[in-house]
């Protein structure tokens, strides 16, 4: 359970993180944001490092897969807090959801793992919810709504590459994580910098770093003890806490389009996390085809 309880506290830490978000980036820039939240990060993760030792922290194993996966995590992070400044925090977090079902469709072939016809079924009704999330019409293909898909795409792809990467300390992970997209946010904050109104905002801004780190911190943790069909469909805690977040600070109400999307989105991904759980325990006793 140990792997499991991590994902849960981990996905309350990026739910504060992203309602924290959604508050800021209404008034600075995106590219402040993320560079602000990145040094943050970094100041609370330096006295680690200093530990572990700047070498160590710098001697990667696979470093294209590292590269990939910092690629993809500040991809992720831009996509977000873009969305998030356009769309309640509910949407988004439901196309978040999504991750899981491409975390699923994926593993067969970056992962070598067997999805069976049952598995195969979840997966497709996951990626009617999307549809259903997204409302069919000539404004389904908002550039709010299509950047949250290559966003949750890009989270997924993400959680699959840490797998690959089992042997690399969290603080290593973490660090490329946030020097990346701080790097990034440095490239953008030109363009669209605000001067900071108070105190307060500026506390929240660093804040974003430290709780942003802790999340994939305890991420990380739990995908290295856990496998990613096991701890990956705890991703859905994020809809619940988005929905109460997005109503006490925003007012958010749930659309029912985003209602009945998420519903299909979680269903099946607690299948296909109950079916894998299911063959495990009968692998345990003989081996078996996946189904």
Same mark, same amino acid.
């Given at each position: 359970?140990?792997?499991? *309880?991590?994902? %849960?506290?981990? /996905?309350? +830490?990026?739910?504060?993180?992203?309602?924290?978000?959604?508050?800021?980036?209404?008034?600075?820039?995106? !590219? @402040?944001?993320?560079?602000?939240?990145?040094?943050?990060?970094?100041?609370? *993760?330096?006295?680690?490092?200093?530990?572990?030792?700047?070498?160590?922290?710098?001697?990667?194993?696979?470093?294209?897969?590292?590269?990939?996966?910092?690629?993809?995590?500040? %991809?992720?992070?831009?996509?977000?807090?873009?969305?998030?400044? =356009?769309?309640?925090?509910?949407?988004?977090?439901? =196309?978040?959801?999504?991750?899981?079902? =491409?975390?699923?469709?994926?593993?067969?072939? %970056?992962?070598?793992?067997?999805?069976?016809?049952?598995?195969?079924?979840?997966?497709?009704?996951?990626?009617?919810?999307?549809?259903?999330?997204?409302?069919?019409?000539?404004? /389904?293909?908002?550039? $709010?709504? *299509?950047?949250?898909?290559? !966003?949750? #795409?890009?989270?997924?792809? /993400?959680?699959?590459?840490?797998?690959?990467?089992?042997?690399?300390?969290?603080?290593?992970?973490?660090?490329? @994580?946030?020097?990346?997209?701080?790097?990034?946010?440095?490239?953008?904050?030109?363009?669209?910098?605000?001067?900071?109104?108070?105190?307060?905002?500026?506390? *929240?801004? #660093?804040?974003?770093?430290?709780?942003?780190?802790?999340?994939?911190?305890?991420?990380?943790?739990?995908?290295?003890?856990?496998?990613?069909?096991?701890?990956? $469909?705890? @991703?859905?805690? %994020?809809?619940?806490?988005?929905?109460?977040?997005?109503? +006490?600070?925003?007012?958010?109400? $749930?659309?029912? #389009?985003?209602?009945?999307?998420? #519903?299909?989105?979680?269903?099946?991904?607690?299948?296909?996390?109950?079916?894998?759980? @299911?063959?495990?325990?009968?692998?345990?006793?003989?081996?078996?085809?996946?189904?």
């Amino acid at each position: 359970m140990t792997g499991p *309880l991590i994902m %849960l506290l981990g /996905m309350l +830490m990026f739910a504060l993180n992203d309602a924290m978000g959604k508050w800021l980036v209404a008034n600075y820039g995106l !590219g @402040q944001v993320i560079l602000i939240r990145s040094l943050a990060a970094l100041v609370i *993760l330096a006295p680690f490092l200093w530990k572990a030792g700047l070498l160590s922290v710098l001697s990667v194993e696979q470093p294209w897969m590292q590269f990939a996966r910092v690629a993809l995590s500040t %991809l992720e992070v831009f996509c977000f807090y873009y969305a998030v400044m =356009y769309l309640p925090l509910a949407d988004v977090m439901t =196309y978040w959801l999504a991750a899981p079902i =491409y975390v699923a469709a994926a593993s067969p072939l %970056l992962l070598g793992e067997k999805v069976g016809w049952r598995r195969w079924c979840a997966i497709a009704a996951g990626f009617i919810g999307v549809i259903i999330t997204l409302e069919p019409s000539s404004a /389904m293909f908002t550039l $709010p709504a *299509l950047i949250s898909i290559v !966003g949750s #795409g890009a989270f997924a792809f /993400m959680l699959l590459s840490g797998r690959s990467l089992r042997n690399t300390p969290d603080k290593t992970l973490v660090f490329f @994580q946030v020097a990346g997209a701080g790097l990034a946010g440095l490239a953008f904050a030109p363009f669209d910098w605000a001067p900071i109104s108070s105190g307060i905002d500026l506390a *929240l801004l #660093g804040l974003l770093g430290i709780v942003a780190m802790a999340a994939h911190m305890l991420v990380n943790r739990a995908l290295k003890i856990s496998d990613a069909a096991t701890v990956a $469909p705890l @991703q859905y805690t %994020l809809l619940l806490w988005a929905v109460v977040f997005g109503w +006490m600070f925003f007012g958010d109400v $749930p659309r029912i #389009g985003m209602l009945v999307g998420a #519903g299909l989105i979680v269903a099946s991904g607690l299948f296909i996390f109950f079916r894998e759980r @299911q063959l495990k325990a009968r692998n345990a006793v003989s081996p078996v085809v996946a189904e």
